[in-house]
């Protein structure tokens, strides 16, 4: 049996749900895109006189459920199939766009560079629980308005997974669009395979901004999958109850859902967000607290009665350093996660609310990953019953290491982790240097790095690549791209 | 206890009709605006601040007591001069150009004008001459920059810049917070001062509108 978590339950469910359409029904949106609010109201939705907020009734609301697809998949680089979101799988990528990186030779927490950039996409190449990128970072020595558009650019030179992102700006929206469509060869290939998911987030309350709603219309009709990024604050910018915030994150998300089918009916979308509770003390938005935790589970329960395909920020920590604090909140989000059956699952690496990006981290994260999808295995019988036959030959034979029975199944049942999580005894531990987490940490990376091998892009890709980025950056003002080693 | 230390613990409690219905006992009692300002709401803010610089008591706390403190300054503005009415000064603050983030913004704004400042809140996304021409309009002394986006980063030096261009750098200082920046970011552009939370903004704010022009 599969273990799954339920928060909330179908009559909970339910009435958050409707509570929710109530309020984009009566309150309604405040949108500060006005193309956008043309396209709702050519649909049917209702500009409230007094106030100007934009309404979505229930038929507006029904027409957009009814064409949100249930499942959508995602390609790789080389257009392999590596995601079906929808049919019950959990997958992780990292966390996303850190302002800054945990630098694993000194500790220090730096602005990331290019060679930061580099190693990431190369590390994250080889870590097989963590199904995609993500543009992890935003490296600080290109001019900023073309550092998201960038990482994107070196995701793709570096790796062969597909991509979580997002733009900052309207205009970064075309480049990254096009890095896109030159690794498919057309845009109707790219729609035909999506290589990437987009975050576009509304603003709480119940506002979508002129860049992030002209995101998800873009995206939408460029057939890119679009996560929804909600953000509650809990008893700040969204009511202190967990209820209560998963109406304003529910209605939140359905309305950028509507946007998105308004804008393409049947465009790929992933019922998501990154809620958080708001810690009054120290004025934060912590990632690792557990009610922040049991919004994201709730969340998901909520788009799963929908039938959607879901996302959550879990498996982050806010700690400044890779220290117990960060494996404890991490391994509690990732777990939670899986269990609640999040679809896509963004957070591995994340440091400091979501602010500062650790290599190191990554790779903890990444064998707490695999725990976990050995846990959502969960347990069943194989070849158990009856149990009399193995137990005489356990008996006769003192041991059951090369027992037929051992041999088809250790594989299936046991999940052995490494090199990260130490299962050594003291004296061998001893013997092979007394490394701390952190030092085998940096070994793992340090051999991911090395292991490395070049994407199978062609070579004529990349130099289209190179030529589309390097255009940009022109326009930005800067002459060269920083230098890259192979 | 006397009906203005009264009035003072009150504010602290944040009870705003409690701290109303004092301050007009205390008008009806005779007592003097001026007085029932300073030894009563002033000087309650004053504990309030206190405590919340020392961390023992949190925003939302500040926010009850200032709200207090308004209730009660409502019923007295009328009784002074004009100028009886004090202001530690202005402030121009924003989110800078690009930058949708308002939410830190927002509490430090709130928290400034707890501590009595007078804040021109010229919302998100704010281009650097709006922060310079609202400076100049309002007679501030000192702007607030947010930026939470590495993109948008670069748009504080260049606000940094306008000032100087206008010859305004003695005349308006300008402070920088929000998580993408830090003191040596400050530094860097040539901001004088950097905050990073809503505490010590009002601390460094307060200590810029103190330097003398
Ligand atoms: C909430 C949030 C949002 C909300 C913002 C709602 C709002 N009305 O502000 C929403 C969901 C809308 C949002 C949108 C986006 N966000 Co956002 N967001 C956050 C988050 C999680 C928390 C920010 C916050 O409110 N914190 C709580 C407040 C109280 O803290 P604060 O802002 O830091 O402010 C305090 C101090 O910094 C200081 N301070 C702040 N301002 C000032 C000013 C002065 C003068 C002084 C002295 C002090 C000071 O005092 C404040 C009080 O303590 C941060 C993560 C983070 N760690 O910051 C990401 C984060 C900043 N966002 C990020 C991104 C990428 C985006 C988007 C681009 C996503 C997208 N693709 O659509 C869009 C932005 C679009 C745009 N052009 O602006 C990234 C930035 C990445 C980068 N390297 O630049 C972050 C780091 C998260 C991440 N890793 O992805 N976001």
């Given at each position: 049996?599969?273990?799954?978590?339920?928060?909330l339950?179908t009559?909970?469910?339910?009435?958050i749900?409707?509570?929710?359409r109530?309020?984009?029904?009566?309150?309604?949106?405040?949108?500060?895109?006005?193309a956008?609010?043309?396209?709702?109201?050519?649909?049917?939705?209702?500009?409230?006189?007094s106030?100007?907020?934009v309404?979505?009734?229930?038929?507006?609301?029904?027409?957009?459920l009814a064409s949100?697809?249930?499942?959508?998949?995602?390609h790789?680089?080389?257009?392999?199939?590596?995601?079906?979101?929808?049919?019950?799988?959990?997958?992780?990528?990292?966390?996303?766009?850190?302002?800054?990186?945990?630098?694993?030779?000194?500790?220090?927490?730096?602005a990331?560079?290019?060679?930061d950039?580099v190693?990431?996409?190369?590390?994250?190449g080889?870590?097989?629980?963590?199904a995609?990128?993500?543009?992890?970072?935003?490296?600080?020595?290109?001019?900023?308005?073309v550092?998201?558009?960038?990482?994107?650019?070196l995701?793709?030179?570096?790796?062969?997974?597909?991509?979580?992102?997002?733009?900052?700006?309207i205009?970064?929206?075309?480049?990254?669009?096009?890095?896109?469509?030159?690794?498919?060869?057309?845009?109707a290939?790219?729609?035909?395979?999506?290589?990437?998911?987009?975050s576009?987030?509304?603003?709480?309350?119940?506002?979508?901004s002129?860049?992030?709603?002209?995101n998800?219309?873009?995206?939408?009709?460029?057939?890119?999958?679009?996560?929804?990024i909600?953000?509650?604050?809990a008893?700040?910018?969204?009511?202190?109850?967990?209820?209560?915030?998963?109406?304003?994150?529910?209605a939140?998300?359905?309305?950028?859902?509507?946007?998105?089918q308004?804008?393409?009916?049947g465009?790929p979308?992933?019922?998501?967000?990154?809620?958080?509770?708001f810690?009054?003390r120290?004025?934060?938005?912590?990632?690792?607290?557990?009610e922040?935790?049991?919004?994201d589970?709730a969340?998901?329960?909520i788009?799963?009665?929908?039938?959607?395909?879901?996302?959550?920020?879990?498996?982050?920590?806010?700690?400044k350093?890779?220290d117990?604090?960060?494996?404890?909140?991490?391994?509690?989000?990732?777990?939670l996660?899986?269990?609640?059956?999040?679809?896509?699952?963004?957070?591995?690496g994340?440091?400091?609310?979501?602010s500062?990006?650790?290599?190191?981290?990554?790779?903890?994260?990444?064998?707490?990953?695999?725990?976990a999808?050995r846990?959502?295995?969960?347990?069943?019988?194989?070849?158990?019953?009856?149990?009399?036959?193995?137990?005489?030959?356990?008996?006769?034979?003192?041991?059951?290491?090369?027992?037929k029975?051992?041999?088809?199944?250790?594989?299936?049942?046991?999940a052995?982790?490494?090199?990260?999580?130490?299962?050594a005894?003291?004296?061998?531990?001893?013997?092979?240097?007394?490394?701390?987490?952190?030092?085998?940490?940096?070994?793992?990376?340090?051999?991911?790095?090395a292991a490395w091998?070049?994407?199978?892009?062609?070579?004529?890709?990349?130099?289209?690549?190179?030529?589309?980025?390097?255009?940009a950056?022109?326009r930005?003002?800067m002459d060269?791209?920083?230098?890259?080693?192979a | 206890?006397?009906?203005?230390?009264?009035?003072?613990?009150?504010?602290?409690?944040?009870?705003?009709?409690?701290?109303?219905?004092?301050?007009r006992?205390?008008?009806?009692?005779?007592q003097?605006?001026?007085?029932?300002l300073?030894g009563?709401?002033?000087?309650?803010?004053?504990?309030?601040?206190?405590?919340?610089?020392?961390?023992?008591?949190?925003?939302?706390?500040?926010?009850?007591?200032?709200?207090a403190?308004?209730?009660?300054?409502?019923?007295l503005?009328p009784?002074?001069?004009?100028?009886?009415?004090?202001?530690?000064?202005?402030?121009?603050?924003?989110?800078?150009?690009?930058d949708?983030?308002d939410i830190g913004?927002?509490?430090?704004?709130?928290?400034?004008?707890g501590?009595?400042?007078?804040?021109?809140?010229?919302?998100?996304?704010?281009?650097?001459?709006?922060f310079?021409?609202?400076?100049?309009?309002?007679?501030?002394?000192?702007?607030?920059?947010?930026?939470l986006?590495t993109?948008?980063?670069p748009?504080?030096?260049?606000?940094?810049?306008?000032?100087?261009?206008r010859g305004?750098?003695?005349?308006?200082k300008?402070?920088?917070?929000?998580?993408?920046?830090?003191?040596?970011?400050?530094?860097?552009?040539?901001?004088?001062?950097?905050?990073?939370d809503?505490?010590?903004a009002?601390?460094?704010?307060r200590?810029?509108?103190?330097?003398?022009?």
């Amino acid at each position: 049996m599969r273990p799954s978590l339920t928060l909330l339950g179908t009559d909970l469910v339910r009435r958050i749900l409707a509570e929710a359409r109530d309020l984009l029904d009566t309150i309604g949106l405040d949108i500060h895109n006005p193309a956008v609010q043309d396209m709702l109201l050519a649909e049917g939705a209702r500009v409230d006189p007094s106030t100007a907020r934009v309404r979505l009734g229930a038929a507006l609301l029904d027409r957009a459920l009814a064409s949100a697809p249930r499942t959508f998949r995602l390609h790789d680089a080389l257009g392999r199939e590596t995601h079906h979101f929808g049919s019950g799988t959990v997958s992780f990528t990292p966390g996303s766009a850190a302002i800054n990186v945990l630098d694993g030779e000194t500790g220090a927490i730096r602005a990331p560079l290019t060679a930061d950039y580099v190693r990431y996409a190369k590390v994250v190449g080889g870590l097989r629980h963590i199904a995609s990128q993500s543009t992890a970072f935003i490296p600080a020595d290109v001019p900023s308005a073309v550092s998201d558009s960038y990482r994107l650019f070196l995701s793709l030179l570096y790796g062969e997974k597909p991509i979580v992102t997002g733009a900052f700006t309207i205009e970064a929206f075309e480049v990254m669009r096009d890095l896109l469509v030159i690794v498919r060869g057309s845009e109707a290939a790219l729609r035909e395979r999506p290589l990437a998911v987009f975050s576009c987030c509304p603003t709480a309350p119940l506002k979508w901004s002129d860049v992030t709603s002209q995101n998800v219309v873009d995206c939408a009709r460029s057939g890119i999958p679009v996560e929804f990024i909600s953000m509650p604050l809990a008893g700040f910018m969204s009511p202190v109850t967990i209820v209560g915030s998963l109406v304003q994150q529910t209605a939140e998300t359905l309305s950028g859902l509507v946007i998105s089918q308004v804008a393409s009916p049947g465009a790929p979308i992933l019922w998501g967000g990154s809620p958080a509770i708001f810690d009054i003390r120290y004025e934060t938005t912590p990632m690792g607290a557990v009610e922040t935790m049991m919004i994201d589970c709730a969340f998901t329960e909520i788009g799963h009665s929908l039938g959607l395909p879901t996302q959550a920020y879990m498996g982050l920590s806010d700690a400044k350093a890779l220290d117990a604090q960060a494996g404890l909140e991490s391994g509690l989000g990732v777990v939670l996660a899986a269990l609640s059956g999040v679809d896509n699952v963004s957070g591995p690496g994340m440091l400091d609310f979501e602010s500062c990006y650790s290599l190191e981290k990554l790779v903890v994260d990444h064998e707490i990953c695999g725990m976990a999808q050995r846990l959502i295995r969960g347990i069943e019988p194989r070849d158990d019953f009856p149990a009399r036959p193995l137990f005489e030959e356990l008996i006769r034979e003192k041991h059951l290491l090369i027992a037929k029975h051992t041999r088809r199944h250790l594989r299936d049942e046991i999940a052995f982790p490494g090199p990260v999580i130490d299962r050594a005894n003291q004296a061998r531990w001893a013997d092979e240097g007394r490394l701390t987490l952190g030092a085998r940490a940096r070994r793992e990376v340090e051999r991911l790095v090395a292991a490395w091998e070049p994407p199978r892009l062609g070579d004529d890709v990349k130099a289209q690549l190179d030529r589309r980025m390097a255009s940009a950056a022109r326009r930005a003002g800067m002459d060269a791209l920083p230098k890259r080693d192979a | 206890m006397s009906i203005l230390s009264d009035i003072a613990a009150s504010l602290q409690r944040g009870e705003d009709d409690e701290v109303a219905s004092l301050v007009r006992q205390a008008l009806d009692d005779g007592q003097d605006a001026v007085a029932i300002l300073h030894g009563g709401l002033i000087a309650g803010m004053g504990v309030v601040g206190e405590q919340f610089r020392e961390r023992e008591i949190f925003l939302p706390d500040v926010l009850l007591a200032a709200r207090a403190m308004y209730a009660g300054l409502a019923l007295l503005k009328p009784l002074l001069a004009k100028d009886g009415v004090p202001t530690a000064g202005t402030v121009v603050i924003g989110s800078v150009r690009g930058d949708l983030h308002d939410i830190g913004k927002n509490l430090v704004g709130i928290m400034l004008a707890g501590a009595g400042f007078d804040v021109v809140d010229l919302g998100s996304d704010v281009a650097p001459e709006r922060f310079v021409d609202a400076a100049c309009d309002h007679g501030a002394s000192v702007i607030g920059l947010s930026a939470l986006l590495t993109t948008t980063m670069p748009v504080m030096k260049d606000v940094v810049e306008l000032v100087r261009a206008r010859g305004l750098q003695d005349r308006i200082k300008i402070i920088v917070g929000g998580a993408a920046v830090s003191d040596a970011w400050a530094r860097q552009i040539g901001a004088d001062a950097y905050g990073y939370d809503a505490a010590s903004a009002v601390e460094r704010v307060r200590a810029l509108a103190r330097t003398p022009a």
